[in-house]
């Protein structure tokens, strides 16, 4: 058992109780931390996500929104949402979200979706910058967990869109999308390489292009 001092460890991960993980989160030291926890250790993300997260961030999930607008596929994001299986998991991933007959199934008042009651969401995003090596390791293994369809980990620094389909659990690496049939990883990545040098309306522009074309 751990002794929960008023400064945590962040960006690490820290054994620990579900009640010990439940006190921690509390604190409102933590107010503004990602918080995930999987086989009885907890991770808090306190560390400042800046320009180049945050943009990789919007990027996507105006790409997915585009994409599903086009295609006229039925699409319910969110932006950092909690999920939670009390007692055994928690994660709170940069973007999530549920596709096709799911895109309905969210109360809008829910706060904290309950994994016990709900379905985990169809596809779960990760936007790394500083965390590639936990999104790719540890994350990917909670998520295979969680039961998600698709993971997908944005590398910020090496542009690249690593994505991966699970399934009964485990997870293989993915070219295209399962969850949005037809989009490929290869043109995200060229949205995102655009980005670096032009800004977002220039690029959802070229991605509408693309989607109608």
Known sequence: MIQLQTKLPTDTWVNC??????QAISDPNCDRARCYYYNGRMRLEMSALG??????HFSVITAIGLF??????????????????TGYQEAQPDVSFYVGANAEIIPWDATIIDLDTYPPPDLVIEVAYSSLADDKGEKRLL???????????????????????I???????????????????????????????????????????QFQG
Request: charged share 25%; aromatic share 10%; net charge negative.
């Open 17 to 22: 109780t579900w009640e010990e993980y439940l």
């Open 51 to 56: 320009n180049p997260h945050s943009r990789d």
């Open 68 to 85: 599903a607008s086009t295609k006229n596929i039925d699409l319910d994001g969110h932006d950092n949402c909690t999920y939670r299986k």
């Open 143 to 165: 998520y295979e967990s969680l039961g998600v369809r698709e993971y997908w980990i944005i590398d910020v620094q090496n542009v690249q869109v690593i994505a991966f389909e």
């Open 167 to 209: 399934e009964n659990g485990g997870s293989r690496r993915i070219y295209q999308s399962q969850v949005l049939s037809g989009l490929d990883m290869a043109m995200l990545e060229e949205a995102f390489r655009r980005s670096r040098t032009v800004n977002h309306g220039k690029v959802s522009t070229w991605l509408l292009s």
